[in-house]
Antibody, heavy 117, light 113 residues
Framework: QVQLKESGPGLVQPSQTLSLTCTVAGFSLTSYNVHWVRQPPGKGLEWMGVIWNTGGTRYNSALKSRLSISKDTSKSQVFLKMNSLQTEDTATYYC???????????WGQGVMVTVSS | DIVMTQSPSSLAVSAGETVTINCKSSQSLLYSGNQKNYLAWYQQKPGQSPKLLIYWASTRQSGVPDRFIGSGSGTDFTLTISSVQAEDLAIYYCQQYYDTPYTFGAGTKLELK
């Protein structure tokens, strides 16, 4: 059964670094890609970036200078790190998997992150 | 970046009606190498994560009712929901996966009239 679950701190102070983990089950990170997508409260979806099954990454240019995605295939985990957080980074953060087609088909439940002092 | 423009932003419907949601991309999503359109539709209900409905512009994901129909090619796409049911009330997003960043439309909120 395919599962993805995001975890991380619910509250981050401004200017600090956000660290999130996406733990997957039911598929291998050597065969599937994992995307990160975020959604500010009451707003739409923003694609943040992807780590390909090969380990390569691509980022949204608007976030590229602050964002890093990595993975530990042996632990079935994908990591997101984003620095210099501001209040506008308050959002629900989702991870989603895709096959080589690139279509995000299974999504995690999301984790709400609030940036506030 | 490819810009995705969705319309309308909201739609009030009665149960049993047929609705159409439009999505326009700033460049063609049709890849000549395989003649496929790199366009997906998602449904998001309150408090839930997005659910994939349609990919390749017109292929329904497994388990999606056949009242959801995707169509279009190139830069213009449509999601049609025939005989809307109460459970279809949600926000619908289109997304291109032709090139990174995989941009989304702003969403269309389907509400009850």
């Amino acid at each position: 059964q395919v599962q993805l679950k995001e975890s991380g701190p619910g509250l981050v102070q401004p200017s600090q670094t956000l660290s999130l983990t996406c733990t997957v089950a039911g598929f291998s990170l050597t065969s599937y890609n994992v995307h990160w997508v975020r959604q500010p409260p009451g707003k739409g979806l923003e694609w943040m970036g992807v780590i390909w099954n090969t380990g390569g990454t691509r980022y949204n240019s608007a976030l590229k200078s602050r964002l890093s995605i990595s993975k530990d295939t042996s632990k079935s985990q994908v990591f997101l790190k984003m620095n210099s957080l501001q209040t506008e980074d308050t959002a629900t953060y989702y991870c989603a998997r895709s096959s080589t087609t690139g279509i995000p088909d299974y999504w995690g439940q999301g984790v709400m992150v609030t940036v506030s002092s | 970046d490819i810009v995705m423009t969705q319309s309308p932003s909201s739609l009030a419907v009665s149960a049993g009606e047929t609705v159409t949601i439009n999505c326009k991309s700033s460049q063609s999503l049709l890849y000549s190498g395989n003649q496929k359109n790199y366009l997906a539709w998602y449904q998001q209900k309150p408090g839930q994560s997005p659910k994939l409905l349609i990919y390749w512009a017109s292929t329904r994901q497994s388990g999606v009712p056949d009242r959801f129909i995707g169509s279009g090619s190139g830069t213009d796409f449509t999601l049609t929901i025939s005989s809307v049911q109460a459970e279809d009330l949600a926000i619908y997003y289109c997304q291109q996966y032709y090139d990174t960043p995989y941009t989304f439309g702003a969403g269309t909120k389907l509400e009850l009239k």
